[in-house]
């Protein structure tokens, strides 16, 4: 699943992962700009998902980040991996693999390191 969490309205590399993430044989679900943690969450448990990637360019991911995975383990969904993308300093990386966070992919990324990182990282639920 891609996600937009919070106010952020630039979402083009967003869909450009979802259509190449696709395009390379996932199922994809886009959940489109605005969602708050709470609306992520509850999309990524009703649809199963093995993974939620949070695209952000509004400098918040510190915050969002961390309510995402801190929502996911109140709902008992912690075995969904959480990966991302955006204008996140490099400084800031490690701080939030240390919270959880499983990988982060910053502008300029090439689509195919992302979906080798996927194929090799993320599993599918069930399996």
């Known amino acids: 699943m891609i996600a937009k969490p919070g106010l952020d309205g630039h979402d083009r590399g967003a869909k450009i992962v979802a259509r190449a993430l696709r395009d390379a044989g996932f199922e994809v679900i886009y959940t ?8 992520i969450v509850t999309t990524a448990i ?3 998902v093995a993974a ?4 952000i360019l ?5 915050t969002l980040f961390n309510e995402v995975i801190k929502l996911l383990k109140k709902k008992g969904a912690e075995g969904i991996a959480v990966f991302g993308g955006g204008i996140i300093p490099d400084e800031d990386i490690p701080k ?5 966070v499983l990988e982060i992919f910053t502008p300029g990324t090439p689509l195919n390191e ?5 194929k090799d990282k993320i599993k599918s639920p069930g399996s």
């Open 32 to 39: 489109g700009l605005h969602q708050t943690p709470e609306m």
């Open 46 to 48: 009703q649809e199963d």
């Open 52 to 55: 939620i990637g949070l695209s």
């Open 58 to 62: 509004s400098g918040a991911h510190n």
């Open 96 to 100: 939030l693999k240390r919270k959880g």
């Open 114 to 118: 992302i979906i080798e990182f996927i």
